[in-house]
């Protein structure tokens, strides 16, 4: 095995380039496990800890980058404000030693549907930008996840940072698991409210193949809100929303839960964070992590 | 590769290591140094958790090639000389050690939470100890080890004061 320190995001990407099947890491918290197990044996690890331009925030022209190696306690620390329903799903990922060390690029690179960050950055329009010694791109997430711990990047490239816009609006991430701390999602549910272009924004998590949007959901909650008058939910909205949302996963019996348990988790947890979102919009608070 | 780190203040080398093992097995089988415990392998217990550039890290998702250049400070550095520093002092008081082995995880975990909050609620505690499963003592004499060292660093803090 060979091990690749690069001391610059340039030499990062002419490393993958040379060495394409180099596995990418960082904080470790999911590429050390397999190799301590022995399921990972890559031909080499491309360690990403010394390249400085990966662990950084910056925000501008109304939306923030964010370092794909910035580990999740210095993302709910130092971002928790800006991005709300994202630093709710940090803190529920792992343990404190865990969220040390882990990233959110690690996180998109293993792109498991479980993923706890996965949800909030769909709900909130997030790109993912990427980068090779070709150039650079954007992929938005809802296009970023192509099947089971599957993603969009070429094998050359390297997840630089994430984009997406500070919340403008209520936010609130929940899951489901057998316990309150280190647990692996059953499922989960990220919502976003964008009262500036009077949209919801949803993210579903460990209920498909991979994470996704619930577009019916949406479409159908955008239209019954009223943004204007900022009116309290009626029940039944929140219940048929809990539905739809219900109705675009497409969950799987494991050992971790079944699919109708899934489905119903979901639906309970769509009309409550959605309860909450437009009680916090109503009366004006934001709700932080 | 050769490996050179920094291990409780002092500078150390080790030879022929594996880039992908672990950082726990580089403390243990290298560098003689068994106080972080080798539980799970897989972040899950706590018992590995060590200072990696000053910022609490479970040893076993480390990878050595990682740790080249680092400052690591494990269980092993938290008493001065023959004197312990105030956590450890306060587990064995409040009787908060049974079998031990998940006792350095928790150690280094306390003692870096009692530095960011010296006054920590309950549920602060509990939260930052998510990552340190115990399998004998219930906790509860934990929670009290905890309690009494940040009392006890207060106490401290108002006699300098």
């Known amino acids: ?289 | 590769m050769r490996l050179t780190v920094t291990v409780n203040g002092q500078p150390h080398e080790a030879d022929d290591v594996w880039e992908g093992e672990s950082l726990l097995y580089v403390l243990r089988e290298r560098l003689g140094l068994p106080g972080s415990k080798n539980a799970c392998e897989q972040g899950e217990c706590g018992s590995c958790t060590v200072y990696l550039d000053g910022v609490p890290a479970c040893a076993c998702l480390v990878a050595a090639g990682q740790a080249e250049g680092r400052d690591v400070r494990t269980v092993e550095g938290l008493a001065d000389g023959e004197r312990l520093d105030e956590v450890q002092a306060a587990f064995v008081e409040a009787g908060a050690v049974q079998c031990g082995f998940c006792t350095p995880g928790l150690l280094v975990q306390t003692h870096d939470l009692l530095n960011r909050k010296p006054n920590p609620s309950d549920a602060e505690i509990r939260e930052s100890l998510a990552g340190n499963l115990c399998r004998c003592t219930g906790y509860e004499k934990i929670m009290d080890a905890v309690r009494l060292a940040a009392q006890r660093k207060a106490t401290e803090r108002k006699a300098h004061a």
């Open chain 1, 1 to 289: 095995m060979e091990f690749l320190r690069p001391a610059s995001w340039r030499e990062a990407l002419e490393g993958k380039a040379a060495h394409p099947g180099a596995t990418p890491i960082a904080g470790g918290t999911d590429v050390m496990v397999g190799i301590n197990f022995d399921h990972l044996r890559p031909s080499a690890l491309l360690d990403l800890t010394g390249v400085p331009e990966l662990t950084g925030w910056s925000e501008a022209n109304e939306a923030l980058r964010i370092g794909a190696g910035l580990p999740y306690t210095r993302l709910i620390n130092e971002l928790g404000d800006r991005v709300p329903g994202l630093a709710i799903a940090s803190r529920t990922v792992g343990s404190p030693q865990i969220r040390n060390r882990g990233t959110l690029g690690g996180n998109l690179g293993s792109a498991s549907p479980a993923g706890d960050g996965h949800p909030p950055l769909l709900a909130s329009d997030a790109l993912i930008e990427v980068e090779s010694v070709r150039g650079k791109r954007l992929i938005p997430a809802t296009e970023f996840f192509t099947g089971v711990k599957r993603n969009a990047l070429a094998e050359d490239e390297l997840i630089a940072a994430v984009h997406l816009a500070p919340a403008t609006g209520p936010q609130q991430f929940s899951k489901v698991g057998t316990r309150n701390a280190m647990v692996i999602a059953m499922c989960t549910f990220a919502i976003a409210l964008h009262p500036d272009r009077r949209q919801v924004g949803t993210g579903i998590g460990s209920a498909a193949p991979t994470p996704l949007r619930a577009p019916v959901a949406e479409e159908f909650v955008n239209a019954e809100l009223d943004w204007e008058r900022r009116r309290p939910l009626a029940e039944s909205v929140a219940h048929r929303f809990g539905e739809l949302v219900a109705q675009a996963a497409s969950p799987i019996d494991d050992v971790r839960g079944t699919a109708d348990y899934r489905r119903h988790a979901l639906a309970v947890m769509a009309r409550r964070t959605l309860s909450w979102v437009w009680h916090d919009h109503c009366s004006g608070r934001q709700e932080c992590a």
